[in-house]
């Protein structure tokens, strides 16, 4: 069983900042992509920022040099530090993992989300 928790959501003025944590835990050996995704009332969810274990980094172009996107590869941590809000980015926003591995020999697995942590971006 993997699991994704989230952490770091909330109310935040625009002009602010907030960071994002997502730990993923489980038998895993090895995850390609993680990244942030988010969904305001109404629409699809769509793509924040994304990151291989490589470090290649991949974002949004309405977040491009707001947000930036890292990881921890030994801790199967990804973060997301969001400068500059706008209320446009208030939104639930949901951590994925994609293109992970339970063993060094086994198949790669599909997508995982975690459950979302709000983002409240209002004066």
């Known amino acids: 069983q993997v699991q994704l928790v989230e952490s770091g959501g909330g109310l935040v003025q625009p002009g602010g900042s907030l960071s994002l944590s997502c730990a993923a835990s489980?038998?895993?050996?090895?995850?390609?992509?993680m990244g942030w995704y988010r969904q305001a009332p109404g629409n699809q969810r769509d793509m924040v920022a994304g990151?291989?274990?490589?470090?290649?980094?991949n974002y949004a172009d309405d977040v491009k040099g707001r947000f930036t996107i890292s990881r921890d590869n030994a801790e199967n941590t990804v973060y997301l530090q969001m400068n500059n809000l706008k209320p446009e980015d208030t939104a639930v926003y949901y951590c994925?993992?994609?293109?992970?591995?339970?063993?060094?020999?086994?198949?790669?697995?599909?997508?995982?989300w975690g459950p979302g942590t709000q983002v409240t971006v209002s004066s």
């Open positions: 990151i291989s274990s490589g470090g290649i980094t």
């Open positions: 489980g038998t895993i050996f090895s995850i390609y992509v």
């Open positions: 994925n993992i994609a293109a992970w591995r339970r063993c060094k020999t086994c198949p790669s697995e599909g997508d995982r």
